[in-house]
Nanobody
Framework: QVQLVESGGGLVQPGGSLRLSCVTSGTFFSINTMGWYRQAPGKQRELVATITSGGNTNYADSVKGRFTISRDNAKNTSYLQMNSLKPEDTAVYYC???????????????WGQGTQVTVSS
């Protein structure tokens, strides 16, 4: 069974920073793309950032220049460094990972349970 667990959310003032972590655990062959998404109340889940196994990154326009996604392949962990946070960044943040359980099986997308980020004074 593959599990993703996020941590690092919380309450922060506007202009502040938070670092989210997402650990992928279980038995698997490899992890391909890892990503972060968010969902604000009353809105659809949206892409924040993704990073491939080779380190190529992609960001939503709303977070470019403020957020940085990274990964530590040895720890099966992705990170989302969030700087210059704004009230509109308030949302539940979810991580995901495209995982290959065995060398001869298809990739499957897994999601974490989410962590709340609240930006407020």
């Amino acid at each position: 069974q593959v599990q993703l667990v996020e941590s690092g959310g919380g309450l922060v003032q506007p202009g502040g920073s938070l670092r989210l972590s997402c650990v992928t655990s279980g038995t698997f062959f490899s992890i391909n793309t890892m990503g972060w998404y968010r969902q604000a109340p009353g809105k659809q889940r949206e892409l924040v950032a993704t990073i491939t196994s080779g380190g190529n990154t992609n960001y939503a326009d709303s977070v470019k220049g403020r957020f940085t996604i990274s990964r530590d392949n040895a720890k099966n962990t992705s990170y989302l460094q969030m700087n210059s946070l704004k009230p509109e960044d308030t949302a539940v943040y979810y991580c995901n990972a495209v995982v290959k359980k065995n060398f001869d099986t298809r990739d499957k997308l897994y999601w974490g349970q989410g962590t709340q980020v609240t930006v407020s004074s």
